[in-house]
């Protein structure tokens, strides 16, 4: 069992900046990659970023790539994901997944927190 609870969400203005953090409890936190997720109102959950187990390999989605940047301390069992020159459409509920191994899709992610709200101003 894994235990994920994200938080840093808040409302920015668009242009401007937030840090997500995913606390992590339960298994090993290292032995397994991270992902990131979000979810916008009437639309289906998509991929942001993934974080391999070491953190020497990270992955985006194409519309978040150059602005976000995914991380994670293994020794503090928290991954995070640093969103810069937010814009409107980043405006979503983000969630953090765990999986074993690697993957983008949100089926091949076991466990996953309750979410947290981005709001991006316009």
């Known amino acids: 069992q894994v235990q994920l609870v994200e938080s840093g969400g808040g409302l920015v203005q668009a242009g401007g900046s937030l840090r997500l953090s995913c606390a992590a409890s339960?298994?090993?936190?290292?032995?397994?990659?991270m992902g990131w997720f979000r979810q916008a109102p009437g639309k289906e959950r998509e991929f942001v970023a993934a974080?391999?187990?070491?953190?020497?390999?990270?992955y985006y989605a194409d519309s978040v790539k150059g602005r976000f940047t995914i991380s994670r301390d293994n020794a503090k069992n928290t991954v995070y994901l640093q969103m810069n020159s937010l814009k409107p459409e980043d405006t979503a509920v983000y969630y953090c997944?765990?999986?074993?191994?690697?993957?983008?899709?949100?089926?091949?992610?076991?466990?996953w927190g309750q979410g947290t709200q981005v709001t991006v101003s316009s």
């Open positions: 997944a765990s999986v074993e191994g690697w993957g983008y899709l949100s089926s091949e992610y076991d466990y």
């Open positions: 339960g298994r090993t936190f290292s032995s397994y990659a």
């Open positions: 974080i391999s187990w070491s953190g020497g390999s990270t």
